[in-house]
């Protein structure tokens, strides 16, 4: 077993773990991930540290909360200094490369992948920063209702486009590097687009569900009911602006999970060109994604909140050589993903460059306790000032300076349907937790931090705009002069060495 193993790591986009037969599902059918599942480490309270793609990824690659980086939102500036597990693993042998979707913002496209294979299906300039001081005005690239009204079945999509172009060149690269005479172990990030809405889906993926009955939202409430944040994202999505019957939430859903069929079927792709390509035996598979999807519970969609749905994901972890199948039932999240990863690779040193906001899984694989901690950060759309987040134990706990506090006793209350936040027997928990919150954040400064961002981001982005624009997206390169049959290569050698197996190997 080789003491620095390939890392395939296969990401979905809004992903909530609640739809996978792996977490209880009964509906959904996604044969390839619950066998990863079933063979492999499972954290059953695995979350992301910002419920939106573009933080919440640059958490997963730096090891930080999204304060500490300046990653607010989805127009925020990834920084090229930050560093990654790309940059550490890169630093210790590895070749690094990124196939698919990471919503990197700014003119650095790598962040420390020494390959991208495709570009990116999300702009990677600041037209979509938010602003929080004109909140009742909606954006006009934001999420609407469009997504539910309008769910079902489809021919081709945008994101099907993207999805089979990512796959497709994850395939081909795996098998490059098969035939390669580069010998370095690897850490491929294929990620996908989907289930993210819109909720459509290929007719055969809508077919696969045709004789099922498609469950319906546990919790329905009426928006007067919801929280203050809650009813702030019915108004920045339009979820007021169109009713919703029964029959559209239950075609959404249906195209959700066949959407989540759809990616199961590429992860079945995946891993047999892993094994075509004789790297199954040492290749740890990693299944995660960035945030989850509400679907309709509470009457929301989408994510940009902290209850269950929206931020708690799959993490799942195979490599059954090394890691003997188990479930961990204590919470993680993404910013643990860059020690875990370093430590399997061989890359993690006496300290790192910058200070990590998470800790190794690697004891957690292999059995012991963990830390049971989730801190998380809500900075984008639908909010107007941060909403943080401590989830430690059996208890959530979320603040705000213009909302009231909440927080749930997720083993009494899985569903989050009383807030203890307000009952006398709570108060000293509640205490300790702002204690905590003043503790960790200096909230007024934070505020003030993300409204200037804005302000900038807003200036630049017009400014740009003005003129001959120049995008910051990325152009994958691809000398199409050196492929398949050239005269400047021997024709037997060019044959030989792209056959695979090689006939002398």
Not at 352 to 358: F, I, N, W
Not at 397 to 402: A, C, Q, W
Not at 404 to 431: C, K
Request: net charge negative.
């Amino acid at each position: 077993m080789a003491d620095q193993p390939n890392l395939l790591i296969l990401m979905a986009d809004q992903l909530t773990a609640g739809a996978l037969g792996t977490y209880g599902n009964r509906t959904v059918k996604a044969p390839h991930i619950d066998a990863l599942g079933a063979s492999g480490v499972v954290f059953d309270s695995f979350y992301c540290n910002s419920p939106l793609c573009a933080p919440s990824r640059f958490s997963f690659m730096s090891g930080r909360l999204p304060s500490k980086i300046g990653a607010y939102d989805n127009a925020a500036e990834f920084a090229a200094s930050v560093p990654t597990f790309a940059h550490y693993l890169r630093g210790a042998g590895y070749q690094t490369i990124l196939s698919g979707k990471m919503h990197f913002c700014g003119p650095d496209q790598l962040h420390g992948f020494e390959e991208r294979l495709t570009t990116d299906i999300y702009p990677a300039d600041f037209g979509w920063t938010p602003d929080w001081t004109r909140f009742a005005v909606r954006p006009s690239w934001y999420h609407t209702m469009d997504s539910v009204t309008q769910a079902g079945p489809c021919t081709r999509t945008n994101q099907i486009d993207f999805d089979d172009e990512v796959v497709f060149n994850a395939r081909q690269k795996l098998f490059d590097m098969a035939r390669g005479r580069d010998r370095r172990p690897f850490c491929m990030v294929v990620s996908m687009t989907h289930p993210h809405d819109p909720y459509v889906t290929p007719q055969a993926y809508w077919d696969r569900y045709a004789d099922v009955d498609i469950d319906m939202p546990k919790v329905r409430l009426a928006a007067a009911d919801l929280d203050p944040h809650s009813r702030r994202l019915r108004h920045v999505c339009g979820l007021d602006l169109q009713d919703v019957t029964d029959d559209q939430v239950r075609a959404a859903r249906r195209a959700y999970y066949g959407s989540i069929s759809y990616v199961d079927d590429q992860v079945g792709v995946l891993l047999k060109t892993l094994a075509d390509a004789r790297f199954a035996d040492d290749t740890i598979v990693v299944v995660l994604a960035d945030h989850g999807d509400m679907l309709g519970e509470r009457g929301l969609w989408y994510k940009m909140s902290f209850f269950e749905p929206a931020c708690r994901i799959p993490l799942i972890v195979h490599a059954p050589g090394r890691f003997a199948p188990r479930r961990v039932p204590t919470a993680a999240s993404l910013v643990d993903l860059l020690p875990t990863l370093c430590e399997l690779a061989g890359a993690a040193g006496p300290s790192y460059a910058t200070p990590l906001c998470g800790g190794s899984l690697v004891p957690a694989l292999g059995g012991a306790a963990g830390a049971d901690q989730v801190i998380g950060e809500y900075l984008g759309e639908g909010a107007i000032a941060p909403v943080v987040m401590i989830r430690r134990g059996r208890h959530k706990f979320v603040h705000t300076r213009v909302d009231p506090d909440q927080l749930y006793d997720l083993v009494d209350d899985p569903l989050e349907l009383r807030n203890l936040a307000a009952e006398p027997a709570h108060s000293a928990s509640v205490r300790k937790f702002r204690t905590e919150v003043a503790e960790r954040w200096d909230l007024a400064t934070l505020e003030a931090d993300v409204l200037s961002s804005q302000r900038r981001r807003h200036l630049v982005d017009a400014s740009l705009r003005r003129g001959r624009y120049q995008p910051w997206d990325h152009q994958p390169m691809r000398d199409a002069s050196r492929l398949y049959i050239r005269n400047d290569q021997d024709l037997g050698d060019l044959e030989a060495m792209a056959r695979f197996p090689r006939l002398d190997g």
